[in-house]
Every structure is written in C-alpha cells, then in structure tokens.
C-alpha cells in the first residue's frame, strides 16, 4: 500500500487543487461576461461594421455596398447600440462615401411631404393634449356609454382607440389607465361595503334568533357563526379575485385599443406614414393612391372589426362572457350609480370650456373636414377644383397647425416651447431615414436585384404570401420598434411585389398594419410598457392574451385586403405605375 500512496496524494491534491479554482474559474467567467454585456453597446458599433467590411469588398458594386449600408443599419436598429434617430442618419455618411448617392440627394429625402404630413398632425395632437380636449372627449363618451360592468371594457376600449386615431398611442394609454383604476377602485369598494352591511345585517339577526330561542345548544350556533364567517371571507376572496382579473383585463384592453386604433387614420401611427412615404418614393406616379381619405375608409372598417374580436377575446379571458350579462337591459346598481358620479365629478373638474379649448377643438374639426374632402375619391375634392390637385395632406396638416400659433391666449407665449419639448423630433429623422434607403435601394439597383432573386415566389398564392409575410412581421416588430420594422421591410416587399407581377399595396398595406401588432411582451411598444407598469400584470399575462391578438390581427388584415381593399384599391391587377422600380 505504501507503493501506492504517493500516486494516491498526487492525484488527490490535483482533485482538491482543481475543486478549489473552480470558484475562481466561475468568478472569471462571470466577471468576464458582466463585462461584455456592461459594454455590449460599445462592442456591437465597433465589431459590426469590420464584420461587415467583407460585403463591400467581396462584391463592389453599388448593390453590395448598398447592403452592407442596409444591413449594418438593422443591426443598429435592432440591437439600439446607438439611439434609433442617430442610426437613421448613417445613409447622409455612407452614401457618398460608398458612391452610391451624392450628399445633396440624400440629405433632400430628410425633408419630404410625409415628414410634413406628420409635423402637422403632431402639433394638432399636442394642441389637443395641452388643453385637455382629449380627457373631455374621453369623460364625455364613458358619460353617454356608462358603467355597467359588462360595458366597462367596451367604453374604454372604444374611447381609447378613438383619442389614438388623433393622439399619440402612449398619450391615450397614459390617460385612460388612472381613470380606469378609479373607477374599478370604487366600483369594488361599493360591493365591499355592500358585503360589510349584509355581514351586519347576519350577525344582528343571528343575535335576535339567539335570544328568540335560548335552549338551543351552544356548539350549533358556533358552528353557524364559524361557517358563515367563512363564507364571507370566501366571498370577499372571490371580490378581490374578480376585480384583479378585471383590471388586468381593463389595462390590456387600454393599451390594446391604443396600437389598434392609431391604424385607422394615416397619421395615427408612424408605419401608416412610412407607407405613404415609401409609396411615394418608389411609386412616384401611382396618382396618390393613399391619402387620408382613401387610408381611412379602408383601415377604419379593419380597425372596428379588430376592437371587437379583441374585446370579445378579453373579456372572455378575463371577465368570461355572459349574453345575457353582457347584453341584457337592467336598471343601474347603487354601485354603478357610484361609479357614474365619479366619472361625472371629474368631467366637472375641467371646468366649462375655455376660449383656447374650444379653438383647438374647432381647428382640429376643420383640419379633418380638409383631410376628408381634399381628395375622397368618388368625387372630385375641393384640392382637385381650386388648385389642380397641388395641395396635400401635408400642406393642410401645416396650414392647420399653424393658426394655433394665432390663438389669442397665454398659450401663445409658449406655444414653440411646448411644441418643442413634447414634438419627437427623432421620429422625423426616422422617417427621413427609410426614406433614404428606399431612395439608395432603388438608385443602387439592389431593390431590382432583390426582385429577381424573389421571383420564384410566383408559384405560391399570394393570400398564402400576404399571410406570410404579416406573421413574420408581427413576430419581428415584437423585438424591434414598429418604425423601424416598417422602414426595414416596405422597400424589400415593393421589388418582390413587382419582381412577381402583384400589386405592390397587396402585401405593403398588410405588413404595415402588423407591424402595429406588438401585444405579447412589455417592451414591444410604449402603451404595453406603460400598461406593464401600472397594472399588477405579468409577462405571462400579456404572451397569453397577445399572441391570440396577433393571429386575430393577421386574419382580419387579410380578410380586410381580400375583400374591401380589392374594390378600393384595384389590388387584383398589376398597375403600370409600379414597372418604375424594375429599370436598372
């Protein structure tokens, strides 16, 4: 034994030597990757564009350096190593110094009528928002709607999607929820002290039988005493229950209705504009085929239906759904009554309507009466009779916006001011962007290329590729903003539109309604944030009530483009403007 003890000692001391840095190992590692993700963002703008370099080098023409622009651009926009606004102004560097485009015609796409379009439309909404129009609209609607718990979720949703159709969706969402939360606070309260009384009401007539008959014995009235406590603890269990289940429903349903309702007006959300940007910019001559009208009565009908099937599939999870319940005629509880006077005490709160209110309210009405009638379509609008079809939407969202500067009210002292700190200015250059690098694909010919490539997509149905094409979306815009989702993918489906003989709004129109479709995790957008962080949710929460959202989303999208978009748009025949992408 001896022979072999030195062989033993070592191979023990390797063991104990070995167990003893493992600690150390792991603490490296750790250390190590902490590091990496401290400065992932650093790592990421360095590493990429030298793990790019290749591209450019391998094949240099103007389609390989512009894919490595593109390409180097969706990581950025991806991964937000650098603030989303910064990386859209790559194109103003990387253009002229691949020789793709001079500095002059890149710099113009910056500054189109779409950008405008938007300007205009964010200072009426900021109008709207100063002077509390939007919270008076909202009171006013839940007023005439009331409180039924049944009709709750409908009043908020409708009124939610509503005030996004001209707001911001993260405004909407930001509004709605407090008063929401202080409705269900009092709606809940009420049947707690209605529960309260009836446990008194018990007791004193427990007391009375008790004193009625004396000769009963003891332990029985224990017991009764004991199962009736119970039962009320039970109920009270079952009361708190209802009413968070309610809530995560209401707070969803808010935020929901908030991305869905912006798709229903062309400045609701920003891919609505990006469409009409790209549109224009690789279809120069498709004769205006979106405006704000032709937008709307196409997208309003889709944005309706959607909200219902979205209510339904809410209060089904949440609420569960009684016809009867939820459609039957009854008179108001006190509780509802309750209810009905806190909304009412808060609209009273505004105060009756000031001069400055009632000013924006009437700009606002005229710049949608203008929006309407410039262009609708089945006539010819006032734009086409008084100056020949050269006034815009963007040229009424501007003269529209303008006279708010001409308010005469205190307003007007700080009206630039508040402009400038609430207007996202890096919206706008995010719209500059795409438009850049729709204008660097078509110019550089790889948006041509990118169409040959997907030609042998003809064999499949296109309702089949429409589909596609919006779950991949819906699945991407989760993880990336809307806007950029939107920017990345509009000029790719215009060459495969054109490359396979579609028309070019058949899959554009669809990928840009689901990129509006960010319902399962928190971060996919700022109303499921806000929600997130205002409701007692759960991210399991919000995946379960989601990811049934999106396929509801894509189904009707593609039910709305097969059947109604069909007839508005002509979208079952090749239209001769969109041969202007295929020339080299």
């Given at each position: 034994m001896l022979l072999f003890y030195p062989v033993f000692t070592v191979r023990d001391s390797a063991i104990a030597s070995h167990t003893s840095c493992a600690p150390w190992i792991m603490a490296g590692c750790c250390t190590f990757l902490n590091i990496l993700w401290k400065y992932r963002n650093y790592i990421i703008v360095v590493l990429t564009p030298l793990l790019l370099l290749p591209l450019p080098l391998l094949i240099p023409t103007p389609e390989g350096k512009c894919g490595f622009a593109i390409i180097l651009m969706a990581l950025y926009w991806c991964t937000e190593c650098i603030p989303l606004a910064v990386t859209a102004l790559l194109p103003v560097i990387l253009f002229p110094m691949l020789q793709i485009m001079e500095s002059?015609?890149?710099?113009?796409?910056?500054?189109?009528?779409?950008?405008?379009?938007?300007?205009?439309?964010?200072?009426?909404?900021?109008?709207?928002?100063?002077?509390?129009?939007?919270?008076?609209?909202?009171?006013?609607?839940?007023?005439?709607?009331?409180?039924?718990?049944?009709?709750?979720?409908?009043?908020?949703?409708?009124?939610?999607?509503?005030?996004?159709?001209?707001?911001?969706?993260?405004?909407?969402?930001?509004?709605?929820?407090?008063?929401?939360?202080?409705?269900?606070?009092?709606?809940?309260?009420?049947?707690?002290?209605?529960?309260?009384?009836?446990?008194e009401m018990m007791v004193v007539s427990d007391g009375e039988e008790n004193s009625a008959f004396q000769m009963e014995d003891d332990k029985t009235d224990t017991d009764n005493c004991c199962a009736k406590r119970a039962e009320a603890e039970q109920r009270r269990a079952n009361r708190e229950q209802k009413y968070s289940r309610l809530s995560k429903g209401m707070s969803l349903g808010i935020c929901y209705s908030a991305s869905i309702g912006g798709t229903a007006t062309l400045t609701g959300t920003t891919p609505n504009v990006i469409l009409k940007g790209q549109i224009d910019e690789l279809f120069p001559d498709n004769g205006g085929i979106i405006n704000f009208a032709s937008w709307f009565g196409f997208s309003f009908p889709n944005m309706v239906l959607m909200l219902v099937l979205s209510w339904l599939w809410l209060q089904i999870l949440f609420v569960g759904f009684n016809l009867k319940e939820s459609f039957g005629c009854c008179t108001k509880s006190q509780g509802q009554k309750e209810d009905y006077q806190v909304i009412k005490h808060e609209y009273k709160k505004l105060g009756p309507i000031r001069f400055a209110e009632a000013c924006v309210l009437l700009i606002f009405?005229?710049?949608?009466?203008?929006?309407?009638?410039?262009?609708?379509?089945?006539?010819?609008?006032?734009?086409?009779?008084?100056?020949?079809?050269?006034?815009?939407?963007?040229?009424?969202?501007?003269?529209?916006?303008?006279?708010?500067?001409?308010?005469?009210?205190?307003?007007?002292?700080?009206?630039?001011?508040?402009?400038?700190?609430?207007?996202?200015?890096?919206?706008?250059?995010?719209?500059?962007?795409?438009?850049?690098l729709a204008h660097g694909s078509d110019k550089s010919g790889l948006s041509a290329w990118l169409g040959d490539t997907l030609i042998p997509l003809q064999n499949i149905p296109p309702f089949a590729i429409s589909i596609l094409l919006c779950l991949?979306?819906?699945?991407?815009t989760e993880c990336s903003s809307n806007t950029a989702t939107t920017t990345l993918f509009l000029p790719i489906l215009a060459s495969m539109a054109v490359a396979i003989k579609i028309h070019p709004m058949y899959v554009m129109i669809p990928c840009t309604f689901a990129s509006n479709l960010a319902f399962m995790l928190p971060v996919a957008t700022p109303p499921n944030a806000i929600a997130f962080s205002f409701g007692n949710l759960k991210v399991v929460d919000m995946v379960?009530?989601?990811?049934?959202?999106?396929?509801?989303?894509?189904?009707?999208?593609?039910?709305?483009?097969?059947?109604?978009?069909?007839?508005?748009?002509?979208?079952?025949?090749?239209?001769?403007?969109?041969?202007?992408?295929?020339?080299?």
């Open positions: 002059d015609e890149v710099c113009i796409q910056y500054l189109k009528d779409s950008n405008m379009l938007f300007f205009g439309g964010l200072v009426v909404a900021i109008a709207v928002e100063q002077w509390n129009l939007h919270k008076r609209i909202a009171l006013q609607v839940l007023l005439v709607i009331g409180v039924k718990p049944s009709f709750l979720m409908v009043g908020f949703m409708s009124t939610t999607a509503f005030l996004s159709m001209w707001i911001s969706n993260s405004a909407a969402t930001a509004m709605m929820l407090p008063i929401a939360k202080a409705v269900l606070d009092q709606l809940s309260d009420t049947e707690a002290r209605a529960e309260e009384k009836e446990w009405t005229l710049l949608v009466l203008l929006w309407f009638t410039r262009d609708p379509g089945f006539i010819p609008g006032w734009a086409t009779v008084l100056f020949n079809q050269y006034v815009t939407d963007g040229t009424v969202a501007i003269l529209m916006s303008s006279l708010f500067f001409c308010i005469p009210s205190s307003f007007i002292s700080e009206n630039w001011s508040i402009v400038h700190q609430k207007l996202p200015w890096n919206t706008l250059l995010l719209l500059g962007g795409g438009f850049a991949l979306v819906a699945l991407f379960k009530a989601g990811s049934m959202l999106n396929i509801i989303g894509v189904v009707t999208i593609n039910l709305a483009i097969n059947t109604w978009g069909v007839a508005m748009f002509h979208l079952n025949t090749f239209p001769e403007w969109a041969n202007v992408t295929v020339k080299p």
